[in-house]
Nanobody, 118 residues
Framework: QVQLVESGGGLVQAGGSLTLSCAPSETIFSVNSIYAMAWYRQAPGKQRERVALINSSEFTNYADSVKGRFTIAKDAAQNTVYLQLNNLKPEDTAVYYC?????????WGQGTQVSVSS
C-alpha cells in the first residue's frame, strides 16, 4: 500500500518560516498524468481544511487565510509536493496533511505538526 511521508513540521515563533515536504513510498503517477496534490490542516477542535492545491495543469488555489504567505510547489517526476510557510501566525498551528488525488483514488499522509508560538 502506498504511503505518503511528510516531513518539515516543527515549532517556530510567529513570523518564522517552515518548509513541508511530502513524498510517496512508491511512484503513484507519471509526469504526463492528470492529478492533483494538496495540503490540508486540522487544528484541535476544528474540521480539516484545505490550505493549498496544485494540479497537473499548474493551477494553484489557496485558502484566503494563507494567501500571500504560503506557497505550494511540486516535483512531478518525484511525485513530491512541498508547502512553503512564511510569516507564520499562531492560528496556523495545526497538523498538516498532504493529499494526492489520482485516478479516482485519494492518498493521505500521516500528518506533521506545525506549532507557532506568539
Amino acid at each position: 500500500q502506498v504511503q505518503l511521508v511528510e516531513s518539515g513540521g516543527g515549532l517556530v515563533q510567529a513570523g518564522g518560516s517552515l518548509t513541508l515536504s511530502c513524498a510517496p513510498s512508491e511512484t503513484i503517477f507519471s509526469v504526463n498524468s492528470i492529478y492533483a496534490m494538496a495540503w490540508y490542516r486540522q487544528a484541535p477542535g476544528k474540521q480539516r481544511e484545505r490550505v493549498a492545491l496544485i494540479n497537473s495543469s499548474e493551477f494553484t488555489n489557496y485558502a484566503d487565510s494563507v494567501k500571500g504567505r504560503f506557497t505550494i510547489a511540486k516535483d512531478a517526476a518525484q511525485n513530491t509536493v512541498y508547502l512553503q510557510l512564511n510569516n507564520l501566525k499562531p492560528e496556523d498551528t495545526a497538523v498538516y496533511y498532504c493529499n494526492i488525488q489520482y485516478m479516482g483514488r485519494n492518498y493521505w499522509g500521516q500528518g506533521t505538526q506545525v506549532s507557532v508560538s506568539s
